[in-house]
């Protein structure tokens, strides 16, 4: 069955390539302005963690409302009087809350199976059709890849955004990262493995031919907490999306990247921060030594790893949705799983910078220090812009944060409201 999935993935990219993408088109990075973030309604109690989705909803809302209008997406009609009532109970700034109906979008990540968005010089907006591998989890054929794989053109429908290229190529938003100018960031961890059969180098052909791309700089590995599929030291299951890039490595310009650093001094406490030093090491010697599509040397700032967030759980109330990560796990067995915490999954729209914070009463002061660090850092990266840190690790631990949960919108998307 894998044989005959890459052999059809590899001829349906061949065919796909005989029609390339209208040159005059390039992607838009978020750092550039955005007419709407688009966050999903999410209420009631978080699976597990500290902050329902309540708290963690009314947060970002609070957070971005004033500076920027949030597309507040449901996906059942039922839902209304709800998000209504809900709105009204959590106080929030309305006036820049749009309410939308949206097939393509539930709970969960958004920016992993929303449509990229290209422009062109007079902005008109555009995407090209990618291909949803539901996370490398299930083989081609399987319901999740049917149920899911049209959400990205179902949005851009919703949207008025029209489709101008299509790709076999499976992708997810949050493995990519790339400036305004032509370069993009891609993980040969992941990349790799959504896409069996096909080397390194289709792979970034691919890319370059259906996204207008310049240039493709090619990382290894992500943080350890993105993995998947493994157990880590300590018998740690990680819920992540093996390799991420949203979670280690952003654009805040189109030549300065963040980069997350993991110190000497923490790769001697345990095996996770060790491989997270070696891993991050080994990326920001690929970043040092590249170049933009121009040729010349990026800017790099580095972030901390944030520190690592565990839980333990019963096998039987692991949640259906997760259980394929369980790897080797036995009913009865109690299983330690490990959050994908990042201070890189952030949200940046317009003026303002939203981003993680680990620390609360009763916590260890490492965590607090952290916190305060990475503040520092963004306030210095990102002048004249609020910088707003708040809890996410809820949502951390579904393997993702607060950039997977929302979707940055440019100018000129028309929808109906």
């Known amino acids: 069955m894998k044989i005959i999935y890459v052999l059809t993935l590899a001829i349906s990219i061949i065919a796909c390539n005989r029609s390339k993408t209208d040159t005059s088109y390039r992607l838009v990075a978020e750092y550039e302005a955005s007419e709407y973030i688009i966050l999903p309604f999410r209420s009631g109690t978080h699976e597990i963690g500290t902050a329902s989705d309540d708290t963690l909803t009314v947060a970002l809302l609070r957070a971005l409302t004033p500076h920027v209008k949030v ?97 076999a190529l ?13 370069t993009m960031v891609l ?44 157990v880590l030291p300590g018998g740690y299951y990680p819920v992540g999306c093996g390799g991420h890039v949203d979670e280690f490595c952003r654009f805040i310009n189109d030549s300065t990247i963040m980069l997350a650093e993991a110190t000497l001094e923490e790769s001697k406490t345990d095996s996770i921060a060790l491989e997270n030093y070696n891993r991050m090491e080994e990326n920001y010697a690929i970043l040092k030594n590249a170049t933009d599509q121009d040729g010349k040397p990026f800017q790099i700032i580095r972030v901390p790893v944030a520190e690592i967030s565990s839980y333990e759980m019963k096998y039987e109330d692991i949640s259906p949705w997760y259980i394929d990560y369980y790897v080797g796990a036995k009913p009865g067995q109690m299983v330690k799983t490990i959050a994908a915490s990042s ?43 609020k910088i707003v840190q708040i809890d996410m690790e809820g949502y951390n631990t579904e393997g993702g944060g607060m950039h997977c949960y929302s979707y940055n919108l440019p100018f000129g998307t028309a929808f109906k409201k």
């Open 71 to 167: 597309l507040f997406t449901y996906s059942d009609t039922s839902q209304l009087s709800l998000i209504r009532s809900k709105l009204i109970e959590w106080g929030v700034n309305t006036d820049s809350i749009v309410l939308m109906y949206s097939k393509a979008i539930g709970a969960g990540a958004t920016t992993d199976i929303a449509p990229l968005m290209l422009a062109n010089s007079s902005g008109k907006l555009a995407t090209v059709d990618f291909s949803f591998g539901c996370y490398g989890l299930v083989p081609a054929g399987d319901s999740c890849r049917i149920k899911y794989g049209d959400y990205d053109i179902m949005l851009a429908k919703e949207l008025s955004v029209p489709v101008i290229g299509k790709s």
């Open 170 to 182: 499976v992708w997810e938003g949050g493995a990519k990262e790339h400036n305004s100018k032509g």
């Open 187 to 230: 993980v040969e961890q992941l990349e790799l493995q959504r896409n069996p059969g096909l080397t390194r180098e289709q792979i970034e052909k691919e890319h370059i031919e259906k996204l207008n791309l310049k240039k493709v700089i090619w990382l290894k590995k992500g943080v350890m907490e993105d993995d998947m599929l493994t």
């Open 343 to 385: 201070y890189l999954n952030f949200i940046i729209a317009n003026n303002v910078v939203v981003t993680a914070k680990y620390w609360k009463p009763g916590r260890q002061e490492a965590r607090r220090i952290k916190d305060e660090k990475v503040y520092k850092v963004f306030t210095q990266a990102f002048p004249g812009k």
